[in-house]
């Protein structure tokens, strides 16, 4: 029963914010049209190169078409359903939790709900149109390209929300999160076999674009129980690693180290 009263709460936050970002309908496909015509031309820059080397690292057009309809799609769901994820620094600074600790609802999911990015369905439209392309998008692929992309998409937010709780021991951090959430997101978008070694171990530590992005595609490019699992166990891990922060950071922020206030 406590499951579902929390999804009818969340699904009550997403759709207040959707109704709210639709309210403005020029504005709206503006920014999904641009946000369209953004991606395309940054993927084009991809599609000189495979025009020019045929295979990079094992990996086709269609190869990296995938990963980035995948990764697209899945932080286009992110910012549409969890956009509060990235003011959530903002937020810890102001004293704009305080409200939200006194309801008794999570406060990490009314934080992460309680906005929403319209220009994340230009990057879902983008997604979607790169998975078509890369012959990816038919009823044999759905279930996995569901899988794939969920997973992505709840990677984003969950590293979002951990680079954002920095903010409880760092003060305004809110520059440094968007830097390290932008290099996770553009390390997401390159093929994995152009990186090795440490730098590897990196992209699944510090700037956990494997998360995001290596882990998911391989659901679709190479299906497998074992990939599904390596794709469902990090996004498992991403959220633990995002909730126990939170938690460990909400624990001093109640002890009274906040940096501002907001009336109620």
Known sequence: MRIRALLRFAGSLT????????????????QAVLMVVNNVAFFTMWWILFARFHEIGGWRLADLMTLYGVVASGYGFAVVFGGGARRLARAIVDGELDPRLTQPKPVLLHAVASSSIASGWGDVATGVGMLYLAGRLDLANAPL??????????????????????????????????????????????????????????????????????????????????????????????????????????????SGNRFGAIGS
């Open 15 to 30: 759709a207040t914010n959707l109704r709210a970002s639709l309210a403005l309908r020029g504005a709206f496909w503006l």
């Open 145 to 254: 390209l569901g899988l794939a992309i969920a997973v992505s998409a709840l990677s984003f937010v969950a590293v979002t929300v951990t680079f954002q709780c920095l903010a409880f021991w760092m003060g305004d951090v809110e520059q440094l999160a968007r830097q390290l959430w932008e290099l996770t997101l553009n390390f997401a978008l390159y093929p994995q076999p152009l990186f090795a070694g440490s730098l590897s171990f990196v992209l699944y530590t510090l700037i956990p674009a494997g998360f995001v992005g290596f882990l998911p595609v391989e659901v679709v490019r190479n299906p497998s129980l074992h990939a599904c699992l390596y794709a469902l166990g990090g996004a498992v891990l991403s959220w633990a690693i995002a909730v126990s922060v939170f938690a460990a950071g909400l624990r001093r922020y109640e």
